[in-house]
């Protein structure tokens, strides 16, 4: 008699997992978009250089505890007069859902034996990313634009 109580009782409760935890939220910008950067060297000087359009990847990882608004992103610029990559800081405003503006800050080394600094401000949809580029490189002042989907 006593097994037969001891067999119900062992057979309550081992079946389960443990609980997890809920998977992390993600955001609609994480991960690599490609596309085009046109850039404008010197706009504003006597001679302005001529348009220079080249291949552009933007990586977005998420910084964890910033309401998915907040990303470390990795460029890699293909453009001829601008072959960098660079790491940056994004932050998207006003909230984590598209359509939402997002502004990209950074430094990198240039080719031309300087510091330059990069910045992009732009719209981002669900899949599509439109702005303007701005920077400086050498001293040389530098404008355009970009254009990117999400892969």
């Known amino acids: 008699m006593a097994l037969l109580l001891f067999l119900p009782l062992g057979a309550c409760g081992g079946g389960g997992s443990a609980p997890t935890s809920p998977s992390p939220a993600q955001s609609f910008l994480a991960g ?15 001679q302005p250089g001529a348009p220079v359009t080249g291949a552009v990847t933007f990586t977005f990882e998420v910084v964890p505890q910033t309401n998915l608004q907040s990303f470390r992103t990795t460029i890699r610029s293909e453009n001829g ?5 660079l790491t940056s800081s994004t932050s998207m405003i006003p909230g984590n859902t598209p359509p939402a503006q997002i502004s990209t800050q950074g430094e990198y080394n240039s080719p031309r034996g300087c510091r330059g600094t990069f910045g992009s ?5 669900a899949r599509s990313i439109q702005g303007s580029i701005t920077g400086v490189d050498c001293p040389v002042p530098f404008t355009g634009s970009v254009a990117l989907t999400k892969e």
């Open 32 to 46: 690599t978009w490609r596309g085009t950067m046109t850039i404008q060297p010197d706009p504003t000087g006597a």
């Open 81 to 85: 007069w601008l072959p960098i990559t």
């Open 121 to 125: 401000f732009a719209t981002a949809e």
